[in-house]
């Protein structure tokens, strides 16, 4: 499945950004989606996933609080909302998905999109 994620963009410190993912030709509703991120220089880091129907979540503790992963499989979408952004969540966004076992490890997602880049300035 191909993975497309939208909602690249430069906010103030403090602001907020939604992210958005959607497979092509596929039925996300089956799929375990997860959100990661890099930042220039470092290495990719989990930010939250979800499960297949959305009853389950998970969350890096750097984000806890301030990000809400949700999903829509009507509309075949997983959200990433973020707020109160920090300087320190500068990165390329991915979304990644799977059909088996989900977690915070990268390796368990088979199907990656092409990053979005999110920039917040202090």
């Known amino acids: 499945v191909q993975l497309q994620a939208f909602g690249r963009g430069l906010v103030q410190a403090g602001g907020s950004l939604r992210l958005s993912c959607t497979p092509s030709g596929r039925t996300f509703s089956s799929y375990h989606v997860g959100w990661f991120r890099q930042a220039p220089g470092e290495e990719r880091e989990f930010v939250a996933a979800?499960?297949?129907?959305?009853?389950?979540?998970l969350y890096a503790d750097s984000v806890k609080g301030r990000f809400t992963i949700s999903r829509d499989n009507a509309k075949n979408t997983v959200y990433l909302q973020m707020n109160s952004l920090k300087p320190e969540d500068t990165a390329v966004y991915y979304c990644?998905?799977?059909?088996?076992?989900?977690?915070?490890?990268?390796?368990?997602?088979?199907?990656w999109g092409q990053g979005t880049l999110v920039t917040v300035s202090s």
């Open positions: 979800i499960s297949r129907s959305g009853s389950s979540t």
């Open positions: 990644a998905a799977t059909r088996e076992a989900w977690g915070a490890r990268g390796s368990l997602y088979e199907y």
